[in-house]
């Protein structure tokens, strides 16, 4: 579907109470029946976070599946009184060869700080946003939207506050297994009202991936934990047979603390060799470390340190949206644009590392232009985060012993 337009004409007379949109789930209307029936169909427990590795002990198969179509039509419906996103294409690189085929398809990877609730209404101030525009009512809808759009096989979101009442059951009825793990001292907490800590989010398709490992990480520096995390998935991929790390984080915010998110991502580095040089047993050891892609919200630019440790790393990581520039080599101008206080800010922050021997990057999804963005800047009636959102489908590289 053309992520340019929304649909204004499914079910209309079903959508419009006493002028405005009517509320998600009210019994008095069926405009949001599909999503409705997700989240009356989620159990609520919130288990123990901080365990060090877990199996898979709760694949939310028992919630009712829902169509995506249908929820997309019904996330279209709801934003109707907002502007439509700019649209964003999806590009090959230049200078990578595909390779992915039939036997080999490429897997979609999503990275999104999609903004936390609470800091986006009561901390952050982005003083050129109407309140309106952040109201979680359509907010949701417009994340919603972007996630229905793209429809990753990976999703790594951060700044998530709304997981136990939104993401996890409407995801677990699009046939996505979700992790979530809040930060120990969330700023969420400090604001009246809020829904709870706020933290990282992964979620995998069931339908491409079975749960080897999980393990949850809370991120220390200087042998200190701290109140940064990161959750890392081995899973396998049922289609082609190949183990894949994946991981999630978001790292340390603002400036003066350059240090400790590279102590953070050096810690970080340091569990990912252990977790991919030990998965499979024997056989993988004979085979090499399986693939990673990392993907998170480092606030970081890269000319800080923390990203120079995993462009260099022994782990073989790349960052996937350099391969946008012309030379391959260059980060986008800007990940974030937002307006504060304080002033403007215009920043490249986020990243999607991936193992680039063992994993190709096909398409990458292009980063909007200044005009499309706005003077206004972000979070906007066009975008529901102060973060764009990264995506990139991504193949195996054939193994040297498959070749032979």
Request: aromatic content about 8%.
């Amino acid at each position: 579907m053309d992520p340019t337009h929304r649909c204004e004409s499914v079910g209309e007379p079903f959508f419009r109470q006493s002028g405005g949109v009517c509320q998600m789930g009210s019994s008095s209307s069926r405009s949001f029946g599909t999503m409705a029936q997700a989240l009356n169909s989620a159990t609520m427990a919130q288990p123990d976070p901080y365990t060090k590795e877990s199996p898979d002990q709760d694949l939310d198969q028992d919630l009712v599946g829902v169509d995506p179509d249908q929820l997309l039509r019904e996330c279209e419906v709801a934003l109707q009184r907002r502007p439509a996103r700019p649209r964003r294409d999806l590009v090959c690189p230049r200078l990578v060869a595909p390779c992915s085929h039939k036997h080999n398809p490429s897997i979609r990877v999503m990275q999104w700080n999609i903004l936390a609730q609470a800091l986006g209404e009561g901390k952050d101030g982005f003083i050129r946003c109407p309140l309106e525009a952040l109201s979680w009512h359509e907010r949701k809808y417009q994340i919603l939207e972007e996630i229905l759009t793209y429809r990753p096989d990976i999703l790594c979101l951060q700044e998530v506050d709304h997981y136990y009442d939104t993401f996890r059951p409407i995801m677990a009825s699009l046939g996505y297994h979700g992790s979530f793990l809040p930060k120990p001292w969330s700023p969420c907490l400090d604001v009246e009202h809020n829904n709870g800590p706020d933290g990282c989010a992964l979620f995998y398709r069931r339908s491409r991936f079975s749960l080897h490992s999980t393990a949850h990480l809370r991120l220390s520096a200087m042998m200190l934990p701290t109140n940064q995390v990161a959750i890392a998935q081995t899973l396998h991929c049922q289609v082609t047979g190949r183990w894949l790390c994946v991981a999630v984080t978001h790292l340390k915010a603002r400036s003066g603390w350059e240090r400790l998110r590279s102590a953070q991502g050096a810690d970080l580095l340091q569990s990912l060799q252990r977790i991919t040089s030990h998965c499979g047993g024997q056989k993988q050891a004979e085979l090499g470390a399986i693939p990673l892609v990392v993907c998170g919200d480092f606030n970081a630019e890269p000319s800080e340190d923390v990203y120079r440790r995993f462009s260099s790393s022994p782990l073989g990581l790349s960052s996937a949206y350099k391969l946008l520039s012309c030379d391959g080599k260059t980060e986008p101008a800007y990940t974030t644009w937002k307006i504060r206080p304080s002033g403007e800010s215009c920043s490249t922050l986020d990243y999607i590392w991936y193992s680039h021997d063992a994993l190709s990057v096909e398409t990458l999804l292009d980063i909007p232009t200044e005009e499309q963005i706005g003077p206004d800047r972000l979070p906007s009636y066009h975008y529901p985060s102060d973060h764009l959102s990264l995506l990139c489908d991504v193949s195996f590289r054939e193994e040297p012993h498959r070749l032979l």
